[in-house]
T-cell receptor
Framework: EDQVTQSPEALRLQEGESSSLNCSYT??????LFWYRQDPGKGPEFLFT?????EEKEKERLKATLTKKESFLHITAPKPEDSATYLC????WGAGSYQLTFGKGTKLSVIP | GAGVSQSPRYKVAKRGQDVALRCDPI?????LFWYQQALGQGPEFLTY????????KSGLPSDRFFAERPEGSVSTLKIQRTQQEDSAVYLC??????????????FGNGTRLTVT
């Protein structure tokens, strides 16, 4: 069974204080790993897709990296508007490969 | 452009009532997914449509849950004889292709169902 574990559950940062969120995964064969951002009362918003170990993608203050067992979302010099819950999800090869398996998320709060 | 639209935004049902939740995907999107998100949890897969065909319904929790997409566009998730454990946010997502790894999912803002 595919599993995704995110840590920490919650993270408070001062504005400008860089940090990383972790996503550990167990999947039979990784087809893709996804990062989403979710604001309160909203649906998840797509950030990145990573396909293979060693891959990195960047968008503004965010950089996602991938190894064979985990992914990191690095946040550089965060701003209050980066406050949200960040969700990690995996898609596996094989039967039922359409579905994404999500972690519980990391709730990020950036304090001015 | 317009995103995925879900209605109603909030629904309160008494235990035992039937409910119907609507999803209007982005125009032209082939794939449509339903996910259930309990408070403090990540979304959990319910079912998947490619055009009008329901290709995967393995995540539906019981036979009280039924989903349809008769014309390959709007979809409805129906829950019969609602129970308290059905209380959650129901998210709809759509994408251009049949493969999330090829084409990112676009989520709606969900319907929050509360069963009293």
């Amino acid at each position: 069974e595919d599993q995704v574990t995110q840590s920490p559950e919650a993270l408070r940062l001062q504005e400008g204080e860089s940090s990383s969120l972790n996503c550990s995964y167990t999947v039979s064969g990784l087809r893709g790993l996804f990062w989403y951002r979710q604001d309160p009362g909203k649906g998840p918003e797509f950030l990145f897709t990573l396909y293979s170990a060693g891959e990195e993608k960047e968008k503004e203050r965010l950089k996602a990296t991938l190894t064979k067992k985990e992914s990191f979302l690095h946040i550089t010099a965060p701003k209050p508007e980066d406050s949200a819950t960040y969700l990690c999800a995996v898609q596996a090869w094989g039967a039922g490969s359409y579905q994404l398996t999500f972690g519980k998320g990391t709730k990020l709060s950036v304090i001015p | 452009g317009a995103g995925v639209s879900q209605s109603p935004r909030y629904k309160v049902a008494k235990r035992g009532q039937d409910v119907a939740l609507r999803c209007d995907p982005i125009s032209g999107h082939v794939s449509l997914f339903w996910y259930q998100q309990a408070l403090g949890q990540g979304p959990e897969f319910l079912t998947y449509f490619q055009n009008e065909a329901q290709l995967d319904k393995s995540g539906l929790p019981s036979d009280r849950f039924f989903a349809e997409r008769p014309e390959g566009s709007v979809s409805t998730l129906k829950i019969q004889r609602t129970q308290q454990e059905d209380s959650a946010v129901y998210l709809c997502a759509s994408s251009w292709t049949g493969e999330p790894y090829n084409s990112p999912l676009h989520f709606g803002n969900g319907t929050r169902l509360t069963v009293t």
